[in-house]
């Protein structure tokens, strides 16, 4: 005797499924790019920063 089995998930809540999986993924990889970018600016920042310190130290007689 074989029985009928109901799917866990209707047709449509499948399609919704994939749909937050694809929208979760783009966000990710968005805001993945973003820190990135971010963070690399910064750290041109620091870089500027540790340069304008170090010609300081090398040459203290200028004030600029």
Not at 10 to 29: C, D, G, P, R, T
């Amino acid at each position: 005797m074989e029985q009928e089995k109901d799917p866990a998930l209707s047709y449509k809540a499948v399609q919704h499924l994939h749909i937050f999986i694809f929208v979760l993924a783009a966000v990710h990889v968005v805001f993945c790019a973003l820190t990135v970018f971010f963070g690399r600016a910064q750290i041109r920042r620091w870089k500027r920063w540790e340069d304008d310190v170090q010609k300081k130290e090398d040459n203290p007689q200028e004030d600029n």
